[in-house]
């Protein structure tokens, strides 16, 4: 048996499949007799996983176009339980010898793209130069939540205020949303990507109005003159960006000085986070076939697609 340890058909240019396969044959049965070829390494690496609806119910098909060489490889499969915005508790699992879970080379005349696999009538110009077809194998699908992220102008991992490496337990209004989840950290009615920005230049600091050593964002007193910031908020309407001091025209919740009287205005509670979903498609233990024969590959990694989606979450 002839092994042919790392053959990486996505990342050669110029060696069409047909050529490369003949060569491979060649040197089996001048050198072996049964002629098994293993081939690993089968890859695309250098190009996006992407994703279509098949044309019957809860049927899927995943798939990698390589428009240098005129190929692609897809994975078509039927399932009632995966979505790309539900987590897996443990990978899905598919049996491709059972023929409704296939994996598929093919080589073209010339380059497709993803209407080939989307289309529900592909173009009719496109001829199939070379295929192989997985005889045997199991697939893998596996979802997880890669990011959560209320896109407030923090990332994520910067919220972690007390240090301890758990987001969860970082909520500085205690309003049960922890920071990296909330638009407003400091639930003062004005939004954290609203209080980052100062006036300075060259300075990227947080803005902190009274200097007290904490950002606004995370203060719910910006002026420090006695009254919450939300409720400097004359006409009540939830903004206390709109209400400034008749005399000197300064917002009253930045203004220790202006006369305002403290109004009594409800936090406005927002949790929609920006939730990314990480997919992640691997195949073990494939076999495929052809015109030529039988040939083994042993696992073929699609790599992942990412989906972020809002999601809004009850308090």
């Known amino acids: 048996m002839l092994e042919i340890l790392s053959i990486d058909?996505?990342?050669?240019?110029?060696?069409?499949?047909?050529?490369?396969?003949?060569?491979?044959?060649?040197?089996?049965?001048?050198?072996?007799?049964?002629?098994?070829?293993?081939?690993?390494?089968?890859?695309?690496?250098?190009?996006?996983?992407?994703?279509?609806?098949?044309?019957?119910?809860?049927?899927?098909?995943?798939?990698?176009?390589?428009?240098?060489?005129?190929?692609?490889?897809?994975?078509?499969?039927?399932?009632?339980?995966?979505?790309?915005?539900?987590?897996?508790?443990?990978?899905?699992?598919?049996?491709?010898?059972?023929?409704?879970?296939?994996?598929?080379?093919?080589?073209?005349?010339?380059?497709?793209?993803?209407d080939y696999y989307c289309s529900s009538i592909p173009a009719s110009n496109i001829t199939v130069t070379e295929e192989l077809i997985s005889s045997s194998g199991m697939g893998e699908i596996e979802t997880i939540i890669a990011l959560e992220d209320d896109n407030d102008g923090i990332d994520a991992a910067d919220e972690d205020i007390n240090g301890n490496g758990n987001l969860d337990d970082d909520d500085t209004d205690g309003d049960m949303i922890p920071n990296y989840k909330d638009q407003d950290d400091d639930n003062d009615n004005i939004l954290t990507s609203v209080e980052i920005p100062n006036d300075i230049a060259n300075n990227n600091e947080p803005r902190d109005t009274d200097g007290d050593g904490i950002p606004d964002y995370l203060e719910e007193d910006d002026d420090n003159d006695g009254i919450l910031t939300r409720n400097e908020d004359a006409n009540q309407n939830g903004n206390p960006r709109d209400d400034r001091d008749p005399d000197t025209g300064a917002l009253f919740y930045l203004d220790a000085q202006s006369t305002n009287t403290a109004v009594m205005v409800a936090p406005a509670l927002d949790n929609t986070v920006q939730t990314t979903y990480r997919t992640t498609v691997i195949i073990n233990q494939i076999r495929f076939i052809d015109n030529n024969g039988d040939f083994q590959e042993d696992d073929f990694s699609f790599g992942f697609r990412e989906t972020t989606v809002p999601i809004t979450t009850p308090l």
């Open 9 to 114: 058909i996505g990342s050669r240019k110029n060696m069409p499949v047909k050529k490369l396969l003949y060569f491979i044959l060649c040197i089996a049965f001048a050198s072996c007799d049964d002629g098994d070829i293993i081939v690993t390494g089968f890859e695309f690496d250098d190009v996006d996983l992407q994703l279509c609806n098949g044309s019957g119910e809860n049927e899927f098909v995943f798939f990698k176009i390589n428009q240098g060489v005129n190929e692609a490889i897809s994975y078509n499969f039927t399932s009632d339980s995966f979505s790309e915005t539900t987590v897996t508790t443990s990978p899905i699992q598919f049996d491709l010898s059972d023929g409704t879970n296939t994996l598929i080379y093919r080589q073209f005349d010339i380059a497709i793209t993803a």
